[in-house]
């Protein structure tokens, strides 16, 4: 089993910059990859970002350039820099994974970008 606890959400204005964190209560060294995805009221939850344990990363389009996700495996820790936020970003923002065929959710840290 796998618990994840997200921080680092809050109300920022347009163009500036928050870091989420996803904690993880085991070692991420031996999980292959790990996401951050985002649910804005009235849609569907979309994937934000992931990481392997290579470090490869994958992100949303809407996303390529702004954020960054990163891994701190000494820590159990993956990272979503959240830079030149848009009022569009505003969503609950939820780390993800997989181990042994499980699916895990963090319970979600809410993201609010003002204009």
């Known amino acids: 089993q796998v618990q994840l606890l997200e921080s680092g959400g809050g109300l920022v204005q347009a163009g500036g910059s928050l870091r989420l964190s996803c904690a993880a209560s085991r070692s991420i060294v031996s999980i292959n990859s790990m996401a951050w995805y985002r649910q804005a009221p009235g849609k569907q939850r979309e994937l934000v970002a992931s990481i392997t344990s290579g470090s490869s990363t994958n992100y949303a389009g809407s996303v390529k350039g702004r954020f960054t996700i990163s891994r701190d495996s000494a820590k159990n820790t993956v990272y979503l820099q959240m830079n030149s936020l848009k009022p569009e970003d505003t969503a609950v923002y939820y780390c993800?994974?997989?181990?042994?065929?499980?699916?895990?959710w963090g319970q979600g840290t809410q993201v609010t970008v003002s204009s």
């Open positions: 993800n994974t997989w181990r042994l065929g499980v699916q895990y």
